[in-house]
């Protein structure tokens, strides 16, 4: 694997021989031979970097670019958010993960937010959804998944902070998360991925056909689970249609196998349809049960075998089914894209309808074309001229093809749906136009996030940077503008218009995320914005002071040995971005406090001695100054 030549060729699963694999796609079987052969080819390098940008993809020095870009930061745990089309990363979120710059998983605010999960310092982000009004992006919140330790995740855009984060019950791994679209997002879709014995508590142990997983439904506004649905086989990506009736979500691993070879076996396997007004009447006649010591009402979906439930309907879609995602603006189709197969499956949704009114009798009848695309497609986005792109993850490329024209051939029409071809690097996994999971998609521009980067950058060591390509999809021919570089590993992005998120510069000093703090200080007879006070409370001493550029409040504090220590700091800067830092010295305490924010932290004193703590943010002239000692009796 030496030579930069031989980069393009990746042997991915061991154990497996390798095999010559056709670039394009030869013929219907040519996916398997894809995967089964264990080769990942790469795509051919087309346009190596260093063509001037466009004029329009150029954000100049000074300028703000269109749109937000939502980025998963994968196994780092947070979210990142990108301005589209500069590609420059303006922020990133910490919200399953410990972060040392803003204190998060060190802070009372942020220890509330993480609740027991918090024990954990990793996550795993996949999927960023914003929320909806009427299909639109509000700008209210993110939602992201932790695949990792089977958690979802609420994100406050306001102010760009995690605020609700919650454990899902009886499954194992978060890996589909999906939106309610009208009339707005009330609620949140989880699909657990791995299939577990239900309860798990030890029983069923050597048994994978008593193995189980559910889709969860949260209430968007408390994050508690209210409801889920056992369902055949593993779940892996969903997503909700355009009138508040329908989740689609892929299903793999038909027969419930727990090795490799197992879950390859079937030939078909499932796009799962939920009835969602039947699943929350159910709920609410009490027709449910529960699953161990969980509250959880679960609804049984399972019924594979006879095309589904009154709550469930299981569409065979060629083997392994990966991204299912609905086509903007108006909701008419939903893809799944084949993976294992080179095949997309469109599905009508009014078909659906037909199905769960009796009009149907093959749950096959729901689908409308099935395009042939190229080698393992993975995720679909769309433009506002009825095309649809599909990332082809084994050919290295995006594929555009016309969803009318597919129709058309499925239907028997002899017509050429493909449109368009262009080689990306390398390794595509998911794609994402602009707007393009809203009404107000404008076909502009796509985000390909490839997992190999192997020669676009200059060399970091074996472990490389995955690189996000933008393409400029608005002619007739896609154009790649830019390479970034990531960070491992952005799973998915969504882009959103710049007037869509409105964020607060500064925070309120009402803001909820730091209420119990302010509520702690008026029980002590604080008043945060003007008080520096120590309160001594038994062993326990609370150490309430501002910042203020150049000075905290208060610059020295006596403590004795082992007493139990909260320090409150309230910044009373008011000018936008004068943030400072709280940092206490060999006690791994680190935290942000922006203009107008109130943070704390707890810990014993532990050490005798003389503590010095320190504005960690360069906030002044003065900043190296802006310091003060804990002094702690021995
Ligand atoms: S799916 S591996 Cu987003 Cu392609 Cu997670
Ligand atoms: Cu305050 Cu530096």
Redesign the pocket.
Same mark, same amino acid.
């Given at each position: 694997m030496g030579s930069r030549a031989n980069r393009g060729r990746i042997l991915i699963l061991p154990g497996l021989e390798s095999a010559n694999v056709p670039r394009r796609c030869g013929g219907g079987r040519c996916g398997r031979r894809g995967l089964a052969g264990g080769i990942f080819s790469g795509g051919a390098s087309a346009s190596r970097p260093g063509r001037p940008l466009e004029k329009d993809h150029h954000v100049a020095p000074g300028e703000l670019d269109t749109y937000y870009g939502f980025w998963s930061g994968g196994q780092s745990g947070e979210v990142r958010v990108f301005g589209i089309p500069s590609m420059r990363e303006l922020m990133r979120i910490p919200v399953f993960n410990f972060d040392s710059a803003t204190g998060w998983g060190i802070t009372n605010e942020s220890k509330r937010v993480l609740g027991e999960g918090g024990a954990f310092l990793n996550g795993d982000t996949h999927h960023p959804k914003v929320s909806y009004t009427d299909a639109r992006y509000d700008g209210r919140w993110c939602f992201i998944n932790d695949k990792a330790n089977t958690r979802v995740a609420r994100i406050r855009l306001d102010i760009m902070r995690t605020d609700k984060i919650t454990t899902i019950p009886n499954v194992q791994s978060i890996h589909a998360l999906t939106l309610q679209r009208v009339p707005k997002t009330e609620r949140v879709y989880a699909g657990g991925e791995m299939i577990i014995p239900l309860p798990n508590d030890g029983r069923h142990l050597e048994n994978p056909k008593e193995y189980w997983t559910l889709m969860s439904a949260l209430d968007a506004e408390t994050m508690e689970v209210v409801w889920q649905v056992i369902v055949d086989g593993n779940l892996d990506n969903a997503d909700t249609d355009y009138t508040g009736k329908y989740l689609a979500a892929s299903c793999y691993n038909s027969e419930r196998g727990v090795t490799l070879p197992e879950m390859m076996g079937p030939e078909r396997d499932w796009a799962v349809v939920f009835n969602l007004p039947a699943i929350e009447q159910a709920v609410r006649d009490g027709k449910y049960t529960t699953i161990g010591d969980s509250k959880v009402p679960v609804i049984d979906g399972r019924g594979a075998a006879q095309g589904g439930t009154e709550y469930t309907l299981y569409i065979p879609v060629p083997r392994s089914p990966h991204g299912i995602n609905t086509a903007p603006p108006d909701g008419k189709y939903f893809v799944a894209s084949g993976k294992l197969s080179p095949t997309c499956t469109v599905v009508e949704w009014a078909k659906v309808d037909d199905w769960f009114a009796g009009k149907l009798n093959d749950p096959r009848d729901t689908v409308v074309a099935e395009p042939e695309v190229g080698l393992g497609p993975l995720h679909t986005t769309y433009d506002n001229r009825g095309n649809a792109y599909t990332s082809l993850f084994l050919d290295s490329q995006v594929v555009k093809w016309n969803i009318a024209d597919a129709i058309r051939a499925y239907n028997g029409e002899s017509v050429n749906y493909i449109r368009d071809r262009v080689d990306v690097h390398y390794q595509i996994g998911h794609l994402k136009a602009s707007l393009a999971c809203s009404r107000d998609v404008d076909g502009k521009y796509l985000a390909a996030l490839s997992k190999f980067s192997k020669d676009r950058f200059l060399p970091v060591g074996p472990f490389h940077p995955e690189n996000d390509q933008l393409i400029d999809i608005s002619g007739d021919k896609m154009k790649i503008v830019h390479d970034g570089p990531t960070y491992a590993e952005p799973h998915d992005a969504l882009m959103v218009r710049a007037d869509q998120i409105r964020t607060k510069q500064i925070y309120d000093r009402d803001d909820p995320f730091f209420a119990e703090t302010v509520a702690m200080a008026k029980r002590d007879g604080v008043v945060l914005e003007r008080d520096n006070k120590v309160i001594r409370d038994g062993n326990k001493v609370r150490v309430y002071m501002t =910042?203020l550029?150049?000075n905290f409040g208060i610059t020295d504090f006596k403590v004795k040995k082992g007493q139990e220590v909260t320090i409150v700091v309230t910044n009373l800067d008011e000018i936008e971005d004068? =943030?400072?830092?709280f940092c206490l010295v060999n006690h791994g305490i680190n935290f942000e406090i922006h203009p107008q924010q109130t943070s704390s932290v707890t810990f014993v004193a532990d050490k005798p001695g003389v503590h010095w703590y320190? %504005? =960690?943010?360069? %906030? !002044?002239a003065l !900043?190296?100054e802006?310091n003060g000692r804990m002094l702690v009796e021995a």
């Amino acid at each position: 694997m030496g030579s930069r030549a031989n980069r393009g060729r990746i042997l991915i699963l061991p154990g497996l021989e390798s095999a010559n694999v056709p670039r394009r796609c030869g013929g219907g079987r040519c996916g398997r031979r894809g995967l089964a052969g264990g080769i990942f080819s790469g795509g051919a390098s087309a346009s190596r970097p260093g063509r001037p940008l466009e004029k329009d993809h150029h954000v100049a020095p000074g300028e703000l670019d269109t749109y937000y870009g939502f980025w998963s930061g994968g196994q780092s745990g947070e979210v990142r958010v990108f301005g589209i089309p500069s590609m420059r990363e303006l922020m990133r979120i910490p919200v399953f993960n410990f972060d040392s710059a803003t204190g998060w998983g060190i802070t009372n605010e942020s220890k509330r937010v993480l609740g027991e999960g918090g024990a954990f310092l990793n996550g795993d982000t996949h999927h960023p959804k914003v929320s909806y009004t009427d299909a639109r992006y509000d700008g209210r919140w993110c939602f992201i998944n932790d695949k990792a330790n089977t958690r979802v995740a609420r994100i406050r855009l306001d102010i760009m902070r995690t605020d609700k984060i919650t454990t899902i019950p009886n499954v194992q791994s978060i890996h589909a998360l999906t939106l309610q679209r009208v009339p707005k997002t009330e609620r949140v879709y989880a699909g657990g991925e791995m299939i577990i014995p239900l309860p798990n508590d030890g029983r069923h142990l050597e048994n994978p056909k008593e193995y189980w997983t559910l889709m969860s439904a949260l209430d968007a506004e408390t994050m508690e689970v209210v409801w889920q649905v056992i369902v055949d086989g593993n779940l892996d990506n969903a997503d909700t249609d355009y009138t508040g009736k329908y989740l689609a979500a892929s299903c793999y691993n038909s027969e419930r196998g727990v090795t490799l070879p197992e879950m390859m076996g079937p030939e078909r396997d499932w796009a799962v349809v939920f009835n969602l007004p039947a699943i929350e009447q159910a709920v609410r006649d009490g027709k449910y049960t529960t699953i161990g010591d969980s509250k959880v009402p679960v609804i049984d979906g399972r019924g594979a075998a006879q095309g589904g439930t009154e709550y469930t309907l299981y569409i065979p879609v060629p083997r392994s089914p990966h991204g299912i995602n609905t086509a903007p603006p108006d909701g008419k189709y939903f893809v799944a894209s084949g993976k294992l197969s080179p095949t997309c499956t469109v599905v009508e949704w009014a078909k659906v309808d037909d199905w769960f009114a009796g009009k149907l009798n093959d749950p096959r009848d729901t689908v409308v074309a099935e395009p042939e695309v190229g080698l393992g497609p993975l995720h679909t986005t769309y433009d506002n001229r009825g095309n649809a792109y599909t990332s082809l993850f084994l050919d290295s490329q995006v594929v555009k093809w016309n969803i009318a024209d597919a129709i058309r051939a499925y239907n028997g029409e002899s017509v050429n749906y493909i449109r368009d071809r262009v080689d990306v690097h390398y390794q595509i996994g998911h794609l994402k136009a602009s707007l393009a999971c809203s009404r107000d998609v404008d076909g502009k521009y796509l985000a390909a996030l490839s997992k190999f980067s192997k020669d676009r950058f200059l060399p970091v060591g074996p472990f490389h940077p995955e690189n996000d390509q933008l393409i400029d999809i608005s002619g007739d021919k896609m154009k790649i503008v830019h390479d970034g570089p990531t960070y491992a590993e952005p799973h998915d992005a969504l882009m959103v218009r710049a007037d869509q998120i409105r964020t607060k510069q500064i925070y309120d000093r009402d803001d909820p995320f730091f209420a119990e703090t302010v509520a702690m200080a008026k029980r002590d007879g604080v008043v945060l914005e003007r008080d520096n006070k120590v309160i001594r409370d038994g062993n326990k001493v609370r150490v309430y002071m501002t =910042s203020l550029a150049p000075n905290f409040g208060i610059t020295d504090f006596k403590v004795k040995k082992g007493q139990e220590v909260t320090i409150v700091v309230t910044n009373l800067d008011e000018i936008e971005d004068v =943030s400072h830092g709280f940092c206490l010295v060999n006690h791994g305490i680190n935290f942000e406090i922006h203009p107008q924010q109130t943070s704390s932290v707890t810990f014993v004193a532990d050490k005798p001695g003389v503590h010095w703590y320190y %504005c =960690s943010w360069f %906030c !002044h002239a003065l !900043h190296m100054e802006m310091n003060g000692r804990m002094l702690v009796e021995a």
